[in-house]
């Protein structure tokens, strides 16, 4: 199956979204709350969840969804709730058809809260379940460096379809990588890309628009020739991948160039249209569950571009357990030829602390 209308639906939802997430990103007041995690979520992340709930579920009223946030918060404090029903109202594509798409406005509050309740699905093996993050990288959102709105489809647990919209990274595929892209990041001109994938069709990218869908490039990860001359992308929080065995890995693939450190998925789409090569996570904590909403959409995008993802053991990720990856630790994303002699060097060092 080609799943050319699940990609439409997706690519445009996350557009739509990322209209709402750019003017809170824009603006001083994020509503920033801290969940029973201590994580951060914004009103950027409740009124993207909405968006792209009320999408999914005009389009396919029948598919599932996990998703990270639910509405908890809103339902006990009526003030945070209008600014999100604000926001919400005001995110609209400026082209009619792809709104008639996306099942136009919400229409309600009450619609909007029970949208983003939608998200509870508890996930698992069979049928269509979507894995959504509003804003994946909220701390980079909240800092001023790379966010980005994910959409996954897993078709009886298997991730199928892929959407990454990230505001926040350079328009052009070729455009250099380094710390700076990470770090104080804006969505001013020449800002703002779209990725997609779906399994067995290939990735492309495309830059952000306000209405329709933009044309689309096709991408690919660059070849490697020689593994030292890599570029290896890493969270910025050091609580969430481990800075020392990720540097230690680098170290004796002999790669000198110093890691690219970025939030969010914006690292899966980085590799996979070749600007960097590798994402390295590995884990910092023995308990810590990986989230099925942090992986989906990166893991078809770069499948798609040439690459392999796997946990740090090699082991496959597996999405249809529940709402994360409980059989995996960490996480590594390669191109294929060289995953196999990256994925020795990570179990060495993993090996080398046990
Ligand atoms: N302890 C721990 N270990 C691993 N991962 C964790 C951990 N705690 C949180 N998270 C998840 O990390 C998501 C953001 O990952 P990033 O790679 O973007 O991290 S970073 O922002 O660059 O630091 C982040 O996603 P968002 O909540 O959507 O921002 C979390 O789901
Ligand atoms: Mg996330
Ligand atoms: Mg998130
Ligand atoms: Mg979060």
């Given amino acids: 199956m080609s799943y050319s209308r699940e990609l439409d639906i997706a690519l445009l939802a996350v557009?739509?979204?990322?209209?709402?997430?750019?003017?809170?990103?824009?603006?001083?007041?994020?509503?920033?709350?801290?969940?029973?995690?201590?994580?951060?979520?914004?009103?950027?992340?409740?009124?993207?969840?909405?968006?792209?709930i009320s999408s999914i579920k005009h389009a396919?009223?029948?598919?599932?969804?996990?998703?990270?946030?639910?509405?908890?918060?809103?339902?006990?404090?009526?003030?945070?709730?209008?600014?999100?029903?604000?926001?919400?109202?005001?995110?609209?594509?400026?082209?009619?058809?792809?709104?008639?798409?996306?099942?136009?406005?919400?229409?309600?509050?009450?619609?909007?809260?029970?949208?983003?309740?939608?998200?509870r699905s508890a996930g698992g093996r069979k049928g269509r379940i979507w894995a959504l993050d509003p804003i994946d990288g909220t701390k980079g959102f909240l800092r001023g460096g790379q966010y980005a709105v994910c959409l996954g489809l897993l078709v009886d647990g298997i991730p199928t379809v892929g959407v990454i919209g990230c505001p926040n990274l350079p328009i052009d595929d070729q455009a250099p990588l380094d710390s700076s892209v990470g770090a104080q990041a804006d969505d001013k001109e020449g800002k703002g890309v779209l990725f997609g994938a779906v399994t067995g069709h290939g990735a492309t990218s495309r830059p952000l628009s306000k209405g329709a869908l933009a044309p689309a490039n096709a991408i690919s990860m660059k070849p490697i020739s020689d593994?030292?001359?890599?570029?290896?992308?890493?969270?910025?929080?050091?609580?969430?991948?481990?800075?020392?065995?990720?540097?230690?890995?680098?170290?004796?693939?002999?790669?000198?160039?110093?890691?690219?450190?970025?939030?969010?998925?914006?690292?899966?789409?980085?590799?996979?249209r070749g600007a960097g090569d590798l994402y390295l996570r590995l884990p910092?904590?023995?308990?810590?569950?990986?989230?099925?909403?942090?992986?989906?959409?990166?893991?078809?995008?770069?499948?798609?571009?040439?690459?392999?993802?796997?946990?740090?053991?090699?082991?496959?990720?597996?999405?249809?357990?529940?709402?994360?990856?409980?059989e995996?630790?960490?996480?590594?994303?390669?191109p294929k030829d060289v995953f196999p002699t990256v994925i020795e060097v990570v179990k060495e060092v993993l090996n080398a602390k046990e």
């Fill in 328 to 334: 995996n630790k960490g996480v590594v994303a390669a």
């Fill in 15 to 52: 557009q739509r979204a990322t209209l709402l997430t750019k003017s809170v990103y824009s603006s001083h007041s994020k509503g920033t709350l801290s969940k029973s995690d201590s994580s951060p979520v914004t009103i950027g992340d409740f009124g993207a969840q909405a968006l792209i």
């Fill in 60 to 119: 396919f009223p029948e598919d599932e969804v996990v998703g990270e946030e639910d509405a908890d918060d809103l339902r006990k404090d009526n003030s945070l709730r209008d600014l999100v029903w604000d926001l919400v109202q005001a995110a609209k594509l400026d082209d009619s058809a792809a709104e008639d798409k996306l099942g136009g406005p919400i229409k309600s509050a009450d619609d909007m809260l029970q949208a983003i309740d939608s998200g």
């Fill in 284 to 326: 910092v904590s023995k308990t810590y569950e990986e989230k099925i909403w942090d992986h989906a959409a990166g893991v078809v995008i770069v499948q798609e571009a040439g690459g392999r993802v796997t946990d740090a053991w090699g082991k496959p990720l597996d999405f249809g357990i529940g709402r994360t990856l409980k």
């Fill in 227 to 272: 593994i030292s001359q890599a570029t290896f992308c890493e969270s910025v929080e050091a609580g969430h991948s481990s800075h020392g065995d990720n540097a230690a890995i680098a170290s004796k693939l002999g790669i000198t160039k110093p890691s690219v450190r970025m939030d969010s998925q914006a690292k899966y789409g980085s590799i996979a």
